[in-house]
């Protein structure tokens, strides 16, 4: 149907597939704490400790599920049957995580208020230290995924649920001291309240962030209507119809667009002309650019959707 086509460069890997090495260093450090907060936490009937506990839980099992997303995203590749590969295994787990978050904050949060009618005697010192080395833990990995965290939205999500830990151990280690000083029972189910109303609003977001991807939303950085009227102004171009940009994963956004022409434009020259907008004016270097002589557009005029 058209007299052209063309695209831009690929993408070489996924945002989150770039920092793997990342992401099994931070998988290990939450590991190692974790047992540390579940064994001293159950030892010690502590619902902050239990839920920052928790919390880190999420935060292994969601670094997990975006490694496992990641190697399926590369060992799948592409095929007839999968032309895109697995790369939106990386959202669906982020999405997963984000809903795991929200349930074990409400979890906690639910299990809080149950404690303030008969708040269980807690030892202050251990529930100190067993905070104070979740949160060496939580720094470790704050410190490597900070300057990643905006490539991807599984590193994002990562990152947030360690900056949410953080912030429960220093609210742990606040507890415990209350704890320890006054013998002030309130203060676990307190922080344990604080920590679950920290983590909801970000899990939410997060989840936002996915389903935009799943729906096959516009990315938020793309601005396609200023896109549109400026491939409308490329020398030659007569019109521009049936734009379409999505986000197949992290770091990787594709679009499509049809341009009509003159009867003596070079189809050529508008493709490159184009290519090069979209991939230098709007970071779209993977989009497909179909031009169309005179008289083709009736057919796509004649699409639905």
């Not at 030892?43 to 997990?64: E, I, P, R, Y």
């Not at 959202?91 to 074990?104: D, T």
Request: net charge neutral.
């Amino acid at each position: 149907m058209g007299a052209g086509h063309g695209h831009g460069r690929t993408t070489e890997a996924s945002a989150g597939g770039r920092h793997v090495r990342r992401l099994w260093i931070s998988l290990g450090v939450l590991l190692a704490f974790l047992a540390v907060e579940v064994v001293v936490g159950f030892a010690t009937s502590s619902l902050a400790l239990l839920s920052d506990a928790g919390h880190m839980f999420t935060d292994v099992l969601g670094v997990g599920m975006a490694l496992a997303a990641i190697a399926a995203a590369r060992g799948a590749g592409t095929s007839d049957r999968r032309t895109f590969g697995l790369y939106r295994a990386e959202v669906l787990a982020a999405l997963a995580n984000a809903v795991l978050l929200c349930g074990v904050a409400i979890w906690v949060v639910i299990e809080a208020v149950r404690r303030f009618s008969a708040p269980p005697a807690i030892p202050g010192l251990p529930l100190m230290l067993t905070a104070a080395a979740g949160l060496a833990a939580n720094v470790v990995v704050f410190l490597l995924l900070r300057a990643v965290a905006k490539e991807s939205l599984n590193l994002r999500g990562a990152y947030l649920e360690v900056v949410a830990d953080m912030l429960g151990s220093i609210g742990v280690l606040l507890a415990g001291a209350v704890t320890l000083a006054f013998g002030w029972a309130y203060a676990d189910p307190l922080v344990a309240i604080a920590i679950g109303l920290f983590v909801v609003p970000r899990a939410f977001g997060l989840g936002r962030q996915a389903v935009r991807i799943l729906v096959q939303a516009a990315p938020a950085h793309v601005d396609v209507q200023r896109m549109r009227l400026e491939l409308a102004a490329l020398p030659g171009v007569h019109d521009v119809h049936d734009v379409h940009v999505w986000t197949l994963t992290s770091g990787m956004e594709v679009g499509t667009a049809h341009l009509s022409i003159g009867a003596d434009t070079d189809p050529g020259t508008v493709l490159s002309a184009a290519r090069h907008l979209l991939a230098d004016g709007h970071g779209l270097p993977h989009f497909t650019v179909q031009v169309e002589p005179p008289g083709a557009h009736t057919h796509c005029a004649e699409l639905s959707w």
